[in-house]
């Protein structure tokens, strides 16, 4: 007696915007003519919060950590009870993926450190009492739909870095003098393009060994009365390798990760924020670095 | 039974025969001519022959002229050993040769450079290999390293630096428990050793991604990039370079042939078309995140690079806007070295991907300018290859990717463009302009060159640093505008500043070198006087030495044929005071100079001189130089040289024409003879050429000897008796004693005659018993010619006053042949006398057949003296039995061998005897049996034909009889 479900997305890519409808086909297969008593398909969307054991202290973590919160939740029954035939059945399905409330807001699929927002169509065979069910889950990806970027957040983020625009730093007299300029294109950028600036090395005693661009995401969690902020770093890439030339302008140029990204989001309960480290290590193996925060939107 | 020889008298009238005269339509040795040039083609390429030379040479000597293919052969690179450096990329290279089909012959395609650098740049030093894809079975001192130790910084180590170093141990974990592999980094590899890693992981990146395993195959790339990021040992990078290209260019096919399958698929279905093409962008567009998210900076540029050809795939544009971005991140790249071939890399790319495009390329050159200023590897850091000094070694390293860049640039861009090159140019300094103005000489079109010749010039003037040094820079330049000119009112401007440049440069060789490429510059545009000029420097310069080094010699003679060649008048050349002063420097030291280069002087002079030689000084300075060329050759020359040395001589020789001053030319031969004794062949020519002043001074006379010109011609006589006699070879003084002689007779040298036919005739003694191989062929084949050639001459000649019994010469020659113990086995005796039977029964003719122009035969001297007839019956009746008598002896197998000499037998009997003598007519007969025994048929029947036809014609009754009785 076997039998199994698989659950097929039209969409090849998996990606669907709020508002429209997720179709594709449930596939029962079986060897032999089965009954059941019905198949029902549930979307699922559901964030989770955890905070982090390491800013909140381990009990608070466990007792603070709300619950799994529900974004969506609809079920629809795609067979009535009966009987499959043997072989292959292919059920079409369609389910609208539509805000239900104004609370609950379909944010964009998310699988971070300490949060995830996660989407996923389930599908449910149940069966007499002697037979166990049969289950099959299928994730699929919620991103928002594009809208325009407002001209005004197009502005240039211009930077410059000096042993004076440093903080915290503890030893002053270690860090050599040197004067980088350069501007990020942009604080707001689309997820669909690279983050493109250009930085210029106009001056520095020490020799350079690396330049690196650091994609750090921020998640906050919790609400007013403790909230705690984990910083992780997603993505490092070089821009800058040995002792660069001074005074020549290096394109800063980063693709975004299509995992570990998603739009900027406040939620109540939660932030997801992004920043951009810029890490410049001398030849003396010491570093600095500068934070930029951007706001990442779809586009 | 001796049977005597009488001797009919011929009818000359009756036998006279009119020739008829019938135009022809082409020349009968014209097939002979072209044949002969067709085969001289394959050694055309000397540059010593030339159509000039070749009129003076004869034609069927100049196929031999030149060094013989086979040594020719040894010079040229050996083709195998070029074929086998290929081999080893033979796909790589067809794949190459289709992207760049360089239109400029300097510009050389990518696997040309991949030769060159593979060639040029290796290392005797130890290397690293960092790789975690090697065989266990490596040998060497492995030394497992965990990734992120060179990383870990214990110190001022970030929070998130801390999470990466984790993380990044977390990942070689990963790999060590999954795959068994460790980063290892091998030390103390030779270049071989290294090389054949890198090969070995070529392999094994094939075979990872055709077993499915496309990760794997991609990290293989990124690690072998890798190892590009370390730039010592500088002189071996450009090399390791290239090993790495090959890996790359294998991974990037692979990707490029996968994505263009996929979108293939979707060009054929049509109703899924959006859905594949979508997925086919979806794999694609994976391949450039998995890129793109390369950590380091250098393996991400070049896979980027790499599968640049992918993006064009789908979206054009993006491959075009990836140049230049990519461009520009190549200035991340601290050491310059690393940059300059990353950015070799990329313009290699990107003329496939967008052939228009050059924005990229000035960037590039701009930025590799602005590098170099920052300044190179730190003193005493670079690893020196075997004490190269550091600039000439950046000069080394740096020269191929900046070629290469350039020459993308100068086959695509617009002047103007190039005009901004030469501008960065301008503003450069130190190392970098040098080497920008090197790499511009070497792949800017001509006429671009050309036209900025002059701005080029002030460039070179500034450029005193090191790295090509300035010479160089103007040999390139020299080159340049020899192959395209600059405009013409630039010409003097340009020559007055490069010469400027020229004399300053300290040293004589490369002094010389660039002053022989200016020198083409100079007599292509300039009059002969200001060629003049500039060799008259080029002498200051050499006179300073009291001695001029040897070693200028080959230089100096690249000079003067320069000189010649592109002159635009190189008559007027021939008499300028500083060309005979270079000459006279040859002259001064010639044994020294070498037999080489002396050589080359005298070839080059004649080649280019048009028209025969009538400069007495120049004739003098030839003369010189032709005898040291003659004084070198000693023991040790070979058979092939001596020949060569002796046709340029001959040739020379031959050139030499003082018009009407026949004294002085007859003065130039003896002093020809003096100086080369030693050549055999020189001497046969020079005796030839005196025959031939001989004969010109009958001409002129008409025939009517002065007292003045007889003196002359008896000079040229007694030249040609006196020289004859040094030659070894027998044949040849046989032949030119025949020569000389006949040539004094016909100018009234009677005694002179006489005395050449009197040599002539021991000489043929001389030849008989000579060895065959002597002869050159075989004797039966060489003497009789000769011999007949002498015995009709003889016919003519008067007998000398003082010889009692007539026809003395022709029975001294007689008295040879009998004389003679020829070989038993051969009928060669019984030739010669048949012609000598021929001869003397000609001789004794009332009237002979032919005179000698205003010399008195034999039939007027004696009048027909019955004496005569006596004495010439009496010598071929000796003769005949001679004959008869070998015949006689021929038996056995021997018998055939009778059938030819009774055929030559019959006709000499025919034609000269009284055949109404009965024993003459009974041997006549004998004879036709003989001859009809041995001989085929047909040949008898002709013989039947002709023999009746004549009796016909002279209506002889004798030979009517004789057909009708003998011949039946």
């Not at chain 2, 495009?357 to 300018?369: G, K, P, R, V």
């Amino acid at each position: 007696m076997s039998l199994t479900l698989d659950i097929q997305l039209k969409r090849h890519s998996k990606i669907y915007h709020p508002g429209e409808s997720v179709s594709g086909v449930v596939v029962v297969e079986s060897r032999s003519e089965t009954r059941h008593d019905g198949i029902t398909l549930t979307m699922d969307g559901v964030a989770s919060i955890q905070l982090s054991p390491k800013s909140a202290g381990l009990i608070e973590s466990i007792v603070n950590s709300s619950k799994p919160f529900s974004l969506i939740n609809q079920s629809v029954e795609v067979a009535k009870s009966g009987r499959v035939p043997a072989g292959k059945t292919e059920i079409p399905f369609e389910l609208p993926l539509i805000q239900r409330s104004s609370s609950k807001t379909l944010h964009e699929t998310y699988h971070g450190a300490y949060i995830m927002i996660h989407y996923s169509l389930r599908c449910e065979l149940k069966r007499s009492l002697l037979a166990k069910d049969v289950n099959k889950s299928q994730e699929f990806i919620v991103e928002h739909r594009s809208g325009k970027l407002a001209k005004d957040e197009m502005q240039q983020v211009p930077f410059e870095i000096r042993p004076e625009t440093l903080q915290n730093v503890r030893d002053r007299a270690r860090i050599p003098q040197f004067l980088v300029r350069g501007h990020l294109d942009s604080a707001v950028f689309p997820l669909s393009r690279p983050l493109t600036g250009e930085l210029t090395v106009c001056e520095c005693e020490r020799g350079i060994s690396s330049i690196e661009l650091q994609l750090v995401r921020v998640e906050t969690c919790g609400s007013v009365e403790g909230h705690t902020r984990e910083a992780s770093e997603i993505q490092n890439i070089q821009i800058g390798e040995g002792d660069v030339c001074r005074g020549v302008a290096l394109p800063v140029y980063m693709v975004f990760p299509r995992l570990f990204t998603c739009a900027t989001t406040v939620a109540p309960s939660f932030k997801i924020e992004f920043e951009l480290n810029i890490v410049i290590i001398f030849d003396n193996d010491h570093l600095v670095a500068e934070t930029f925060p951007i706001k990442l939107v779809r586009c | 039974m001796a049977v005597v020889w009488k001797i009919k008298d011929r009818q000359w009238g009756a036998e006279k025969k009119h020739l008829e005269c019938k135009q022809a339509t082409s020349h009968p040795l014209q097939g002979v001519r072209e044949r002969v040039l067709k085969h001289a083609e394959p050694s055309r390429d000397k540059k010593t022959k030339t159509a000039v030379q070749s009129n003076v040479v004869d034609p069927l000597s100049s196929v031999l002229d030149g060094p013989d293919p086979l040594s020719d052969l040894l010079g040229a690179p050996d083709p195998l050993s070029s074929r086998m450096l290929f081999a080893g990329s033979q796909e790589t290279d067809k794949m190459i040769e289709e992207e760049v089909s360089p239109t400029d012959s300097r510009h050389k395609t990518w696997g040309q450079y991949r030769q060159h650098i593979l060639s040029n740049f290796t290392t005797t030093g130890t290397l690293t290999f960092t790789s975690s894809f090697l065989q266990p079975s490596d040998s060497g001192v492995v030394k497992t390293q965990t990734a992120i130790t060179e990383r870990h910084r214990a110190q001022g180590m970030s929070g998130s630096e801390r999470l990466r170093a984790r993380l990044e141990q977390m990942d070689t974990l990963d790999e060590a428990g999954g795959g068994g592999n460790t980063v290892r980094e091998v030390g103390g590899l030779t270049q071989e050793e290294f090389t054949h890693r890198l090969v070995a992981l070529r392999k094994e990146l094939t075979q990872a991604w055709h077993s499915d395993q496309r990760v794997k195959a991609l990290k293989i790339a990124i690690q072998c990039v890798k190892l590009l990021s370390l730039s010592a040992p500088e002189h071996f990078y450009p090399s390791k370079f290239i090993l790495v290209m090959e890996i790359l260019d294998t991974f990037a096919e692979l990707v490029h042939q996968r994505l263009k399958h996929k979108f293939q698929i979707e060009n054929f279905e049509g109703e899924n078309a959006d859905l594949i093409n979508l997925e086919a962008q979806e794999t694609a567009r994976n391949w450039f995140y998995k890129v793109a998210s390369i950590r380091e900076l250098l393996p991400r540029l070049y896979l980027e690079t790499a599968l640049l050809p992918c993006y064009s795939l789908f979206d054009p544009e993006e491959a075009e806007t990836g140049l230049g971005r990519l461009s520009r991140m190549i200035r991340g790249l601290g050491d310059p070295l690393i940059a300059a071939y990353a950015r070799m890399f990329l313009c290699r790319m990107g003329v496939s991907v967008a052939p228009t495009l050059n924005h990229y390329i000035a960037e590039s050159l701009q930025d590799f300018l602005h590098a170099l200023k920052q300044g190179l590897w730190p003193e005493g850091e670079a690893d020196m290859n075997m004490g190269e000094d550091r600039d000439a070694l950046a000069a080394r390293v740096f020269g191929p990717p900046l070629q290469w860049m350039m020459q993308c640039l100068a086959t695509r861009a617009h002047h103007s463009h190039l005009q901004k090159v030469l501008h960065q140019c301008e503003e450069g300094e130190g190392l970098g302009q040098n080497l920008l103005v090197s790499a511009v000489l070497a792949t800017f079109p001509h006429n671009f060159v050309a036209l900025q010749s002059l701005s080029i010039t002030q460039l070179i003037a500034g450029c005193s640093t090191p790295g090509t040094s300035q010479h160089d820079l103007l040999c390139s330049l020299g080159r340049c505008v020899n192959q395209a000119a600059p405009p013409q009112s630039q010409h003097l401007t340009l020559l007055n500043a490069v010469w400027k440049l020229v004399t300053r440069i300290p040293d004589t060789s490369h002094y010389l070198t660039t002053a022989g490429v200016w020198l083409e510059f100079t007599a292509k545009h300039f009059s002969s006087l200001e060629v003049n000029t500039l060799l008259g420097d080029v002498l200051k310069h050499l006179g300073g030495e009291c001695s001029p080094d040897h070693l200028h010699y080959p230089a100096l003679l690249a000079l003067i044929s320069t000189a010649l060649s592109h002159s635009t008048d190189p008559h007027s050349l021939y008499s300028m005071s500083n060309f005979l002063g270079i000459l006279s420097v040859f002259q001064r030291d010639s044994v020294g100079a070498g037999a080489g280069v002396t050589r080359g002087v005298v070839a080059s002079l004649l080649t280019h001189h048009p028209g025969p030689l009538t400069d007495p000084t120049l004739v003098q300075h030839l003369l010189t130089l032709s005898g040291a060329l003659h004084d070198s050759i000693n023991a040790l020359t070979t058979d092939d040289e001596r020949r060569q040395i002796s046709q340029l001589i001959i040739s020379f020789i031959r050139q030499v024409n003082f018009g009407h001053d026949f004294e002085q030319q007859l003065d130039f031969y003896v002093n020809a003879r003096a100086a080369f004794s030693n050549l055999d062949s020189v001497l046969v020519a020079l005796i030839q050429c005196v025959c031939q002043l001989g004969v010109a001074t009958w001409r002129v006379m008409r025939g009517q000897h002065s007292g003045k010109t007889a003196a002359f011609v008896r000079a040229c006589a007694a030249y040609c008796f006196i020289t004859v006699p040094s030659l070894t070879a027998t044949t040849t003084r046989l032949r030119l004693y025949l020569l000389s002689g006949s040539v004094a007779l016909l100018n009234n040298c009677l005694g002179q005659g006489d005395a050449c036919m009197k040599a002539a005739i021991k000489e043929v003694v001389e030849v008989a018993s000579c060895e065959e191989s002597e002869v050159g062929g075989q004797l039966t084949d060489v003497l009789p010619g000769l011999v007949n050639n002498l015995s009709s001459m003889l016919v003519a000649t008067p007998d000398p006053p003082d010889a009692s019994p007539p026809l003395y010469l022709l029975r001294g020659l007689t008295n040879a042949v009998r004389s003679h113990p020829w070989q038993k086995d051969t009928d060669i005796q019984c030739i010669l006398s048949i012609s000598l039977l021929h001869a003397i029964s000609a001789a004794t003719q009332d009237d002979l057949p032919y005179h000698i122009h205003s010399v008195e035969g034999n039939d007027s001297l004696y009048g027909g003296d019955p004496q005569v007839r006596q004495e010439a019956e009496s010598l071929c009746s000796a003769l005949l039995e001679d004959i008869v008598s070998h015949m006689q002896g021929l038996n056995g197998v021997q018998e055939k061998r009778c059938g030819p000499l009774a055929l030559a037998l019959f006709w000499c009997m025919v034609t000269w005897c009284d055949l109404s003598q009965p024993p003459l007519a009974s041997l006549l007969s004998r004879t036709w049996t003989l001859l009809s025994r041995y001989l085929r048929p047909n040949s008898v029947k002709l013989t039947k034909e002709w023999v009746s036809q004549r009796s016909v014609q002279l209506k002889d009754q004798v030979l009517v009889q004789l057909v009708r009785e003998c011949l039946r």
